[in-house]
């Protein structure tokens, strides 16, 4: 308990969580305005919801970028000597700890969202108005794919251990895997990270995976990554 406060109380000191979640919020905002006001009619359900989905996928480089960072600064060894447990002990509690804050700036960025984005799908635009049956799915899939996504990337970072290559490996899983997986088999890109990512959002539709099958398979990523990130923390030595 004393080594996942610690992690949780360095987030919250220093800026990155900050940096990372206004610029969550701000994206967010960007994209209910383009969507919501510029991007002309929207009269059904669907698209309504498309420019409530935010962007969580920054969220993945937050978690990168706050777990590289530690071998960035070269603390992640004092860290561990001085909790006087295993590196893989302080590895898993420190992606638990950067799971948490993600949450957080999830939720928050998913409120802000919404907060300007209703009043303007539903007072600006003709057809059905959103109600609390398509909100609350909605809500819940923007923090849900938000939260996985900072797994995701603090896995990638933990298993990397550079800032960069964590950063480049979340560009290729996130934008560049989907689009190679499409040309084999179309329907296994909502599969994908980002492609579950994009259905939890709202951000396609007619998608061929429900709401369920695509948080399964997010999780299954994300949970993946992190026994992976784990088991190679595991055969390491300290440094």
Known sequence: MRIAVGEVRKLLTIRTPLWFALGSVVLAILN??????????????????????????LLLFFGAVAVTAEFRHRTAAPTVLVSGTSSTTVTAVRLGATLVVGLAVAVLTTVAAFA??????????????????????????????????????AALGALLR???????????????????????????????????????????????HSFSESATALAAWAVGLTLIAILAESRRDLG
């Open 116 to 153: 300007l984005g209703v009043p303007i799908v539903n007072g600006h635009h003709p057809g059905p108005d959103l109600t609390a049956d398509h909100l609350v799915p909605l809500a819940a899939g923007c923090v849900l794919a938000g939260a996985l996504s900072v797994l995701v990337g």
């Open 162 to 208: 550079n800032q960069i290559a964590a950063v480049v490996a979340g560009i290729v899983v996130y934008f560049v895997a989907p689009p190679l997986v499409g040309t084999i088999d179309a329907s296994a890109v909502d599969y994908t990270p980002s492609g579950s990512m994009q259905v939890l959002t709202r951000g396609v539709h007619g998608a061929t």
């Open 32 to 57: 209910v305005v383009a969507v919501g006001l510029a991007s002309g009619t929207l009269d059904e359900i669907g698209e309504k919801e498309e420019a409530l989905g935010g962007m969580p996928m």
